[in-house]
């Protein structure tokens, strides 16, 4: 069974960092893009960054641009978004996802229907 499963989360204070993992069971990484979404309350599911399946190409969202990072350990089927400089507007729950499998490479992007398997998400709170 295919699982996805983010940790990570907390209270930080503005200015503060924070790593979230995306740790895969049921299926290897190798052959998909994962992508990290967020949601604030009264919001929108929004995109923030991707990372295609062999780790090669990545697509931020403005927001988070110089900020935030993705990268992928194939080989411990986890993927991991480090957050720096956090603000209160990064407060969020944080869900990874996956698309695939592809079975040729394929550009991702924030667009959270193409992603066909989630996580339960894990909450990000900046706060002071």
């Known amino acids: 069974q295919l699982q996805l499963v983010e940790s990570g989360g907390g209270l930080v204070q503005p200015g503060g960092s924070l790593r979230l993992s995306c740790e895969a069971s049921g299926f290897t990484l190798d052959y998909y893009n994962i992508g990290w979404f967020r949601q604030a309350p009264g919001k929108e599911r929004e995109g923030v960054l991707c990372i295609s399946s062999n780790g090669g190409s990545t697509n931020y969202a403005d927001s988070v641009k110089g900020r935030f990072t993705i990268s992928r350990d194939n080989a411990k089927n986890t993927v991991y978004l480090q957050m720096n400089s956090l603000k209160p507007e990064d407060t969020a729950v944080y869900y990874c996802?996956?698309?695939?499998?592809?079975?040729?490479?394929?550009?991702?992007?924030?667009?959270?229907?193409?992603?066909?398997?989630w996580g339960q998400g894990t909450q990000v709170t900046v706060s002071s």
């Open positions: 996802a996956a698309e695939g499998p592809l079975l040729l490479f394929r550009l991702c992007a924030l667009t959270p229907g193409d992603f066909g398997s």
